[in-house]
């Protein structure tokens, strides 16, 4: 049971170029989530899915996109880097409802824009 | 979304009880609260969740009074390895995933 598993957990981009960040839980959570936190900062939330094929947006989607075909698997896709980009990428599930039922967490990726 | 609002940070010893009050005046009925704790490097990790009175499990107790417009998290004897960053977070159930993450307390376990 590996909980939630998140690669690359570094990345250097140029401004301008695409990547997708991976995401993937082994626990059929229904829920999955796009978390992004600067030096010092908590967590923004970026995109979120209640289950495979649906999404919405969370407070800072721009730059961002997302897809979930599979309850498995939550890749964020950056279209386009640019700088102000550069931050900590968490990605996160969680059970559908009940009680006590918090987050698991991915290890993150630590990208950077130059 | 229920707005929360901790301090900044806290210093403790080891042994001693740490407690970080949370207030978020503005808590809806069908709001929950949740506790999560980040150490550097790492994604931050489910500590509790409460809706009333108080919770308890192997880590840490949550109070919450009867009108919940606040919670404290009591960590008991605490060690260096529980310094940490500490977050408050109010939301529904059903909405988990909109749940957002404040500032957070930074805690400093002192030997």
């Known amino acids: 049971n590996a909980g939630v598993t998140q690669t690359p957990k570094f990345q250097v981009l140029k401004t301008g170029q695409s990547m997708t960040l991976q995401c993937a839980q082994d626990?059929?959570?229904?829920?999955m989530s796009w978390y992004r936190q600067d030096p010092g900062m908590g967590l923004r939330l970026i995109h979120y899915s209640v289950g495979a094929g649906i999404t919405d947006q969370g407070e800072v989607p721009n730059g961002y996109n997302v897809s979930r075909s599979t309850t498995e698997d939550f890749p964020l896709r950056l279209l386009s880097a640019a700088p102000s980009q550069t931050s900590v990428y968490f990605c996160?599930?969680?059970?559908?409802?009940?009680?006590?039922?918090?987050?698991?967490f991915g290890s993150g990726t630590r990208l950077t824009v130059v | 979304l229920a707005k929360t609002t901790q301090p900044i940070s806290m210093d403790s010893y080891e042994g001693q009880e740490v407690n970080i009050t949370c207030s978020h005046n503005n808590i809806a009925t069908n709001d929950y609260i949740t506790w999560y704790q980040q150490f550097p490097s790492q994604g931050p990790r489910f500590i509790i969740q409460g809706y009333k009175t108080k919770v308890t499990n192997e880590v840490a107790s949550l109070f919450i009074p009867a009108d919940r417009k606040s919670s404290t998290l009591s960590l008991p004897r605490v060690s260096l390895s529980d310094t940490a960053v500490y977050y408050c977070?109010?939301?529904?159930?059903?909405?988990?995933?909109?749940?957002?993450f404040g500032g957070g307390t930074r805690v400093l376990v002192k030997p």
């Open positions: 977070l109010v939301g529904a159930q059903a909405a988990g995933n909109k749940l957002t």
């Open positions: 996160a599930s969680t059970p559908t409802g009940g009680d006590n039922y918090g987050y698991t």
């Open positions: 626990m059929n959570h229904e829920y």
